[in-house]
């Protein structure tokens, strides 16, 4: 019975076997976003990777070609499927039958962010986990918008997002 020490009703092992979401405004995706995509889909069958709409951030790419940059940069996994989202990250996974909400921890520094983010979400949805994965070392320090900045100065890219997400670059900054 120890698996009613928890808010979930999963029995051992179980949790593994669901749903799992990636979510981020991936503007644009990165090596690290990708990393930590292919971590979840060697634990889980199904994962869903969200790309929030994330109007606020002004995103440098509109949803459309974020939501196509992912799916291209993803077609060697098996059991990925990408889709939008707006409004809450843990009413989306419910709406994907999402048990787990995978993040990934950078660095220290991503911590109190994501143990507020993981605990206000617990709090709305106690059935949803949030499982953190740590991305390959060589991408702790990467992000969207270190990649933007060095892309829009012409600097060198190709070490931080793959081909597809190199080309738009690119082709936005040229
Ligand atoms: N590798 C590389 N970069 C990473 C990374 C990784 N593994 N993980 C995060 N990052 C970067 C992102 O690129 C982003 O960089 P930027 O700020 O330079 O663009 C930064 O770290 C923040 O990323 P993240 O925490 O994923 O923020 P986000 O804006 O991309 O996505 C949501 C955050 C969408 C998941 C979150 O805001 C959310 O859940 N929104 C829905 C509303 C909601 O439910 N709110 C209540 C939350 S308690």
Known sequence: ????????????????????????TFDPLTF????VIERASRIFPRVVVGVAKS?????????????DLVRTSTTHLLGIEVKSFSG???????????????RGLRAFSDFEYEFQMALTNRQMKPV??????????DYSYVSS???????????????????PI???LHGRYS
């Not at 690290?32 to 990393?35: A, E």
């Open 1 to 24: 019975m120890l698996w009613k020490n928890t808010d979930t009703n999963f029995k051992p092992g179980e949790l593994m076997k669901q749903s799992a979401v990636c979510a981020g």
């Open 55 to 67: 109007e606020a951030k002004s995103p440098l790419f509109s949803l459309d070609e974020r939501i």
């Open 145 to 163: 918008s270190n990649v933007r900045e060095i892309a829009k100065m012409g600097g060198n890219i190709d070490q931080f997002v793959p081909a």
């Open 166 to 168: 190199l080309k738009a």
């Open 128 to 137: 949803i986990e949030t499982l953190f994965l740590m991305p390959k070392q």
């Open 88 to 102: 809450l990250l843990v009413d989306f996974a419910e709406q994907e039958s999402a048990s787990v909400i995978v």
């Open 32 to 35: 690290g976003h990708l990393d």
